[in-house]
């Protein structure tokens, strides 16, 4: 079993920064980003691979960096240039195999409990 905890959620004005941490009990070689404002759907974000190659949603790029510390079994999420449209809550998701590069929820089996993220404009 994985456990996922996430942290550094919070608010923060249109243009600032903030970086997500998802720490797991364990190593794990498939970890993903996603997010899921209210009356929406969960939607992927960034999803790095056990090679360290990385995915991001249109939406995401050139703004957010997914990363991992593998000594410490954690996942990070470094957000730029945040909007007002990048408010939601924020999960970690992570899998012990590769089953898509899509950012899917069908590809993750295992989630936090997430972490909220709002942005004022």
């Known amino acids: 079993q994985v456990r996922l905890v996430e942290s550094g959620g919070g608010s923060v004005q249109g243009g600032g920064s903030l970086r997500l941490s998802c720490a797991a009990n364990?190593?794990?070689?498939?970890m993903a980003w996603f997010r899921q404002a209210p009356g929406e759907e969960r939607e992927g974000v960034a999803a790095?691979?056990?090679?360290?190659?990385?995915n991001y949603a249109d939406s995401v790029s050139g703004r957010f960096t997914i990363s991992k510390d593998h000594a410490k079994n954690t996942l990070y999420l470094q957000m730029n240039s945040l909007k007002p449209e990048d408010t939601a809550m924020y999960y970690c998701?992570?899998?012990?195999?590769?089953?898509?590069?899509?950012?899917?929820?069908?590809?993750?089996?295992?989630w936090g409990q997430g972490t909220q993220v709002t942005v004022s404009s």
């Open positions: 998701a992570a899998d012990d195999y590769f089953r898509g590069a899509n950012i899917d929820i069908s590809e993750y089996n295992y």
């Open positions: 364990r190593r794990i070689g498939f």
């Open positions: 790095i691979f056990s090679d360290s190659t990385t």
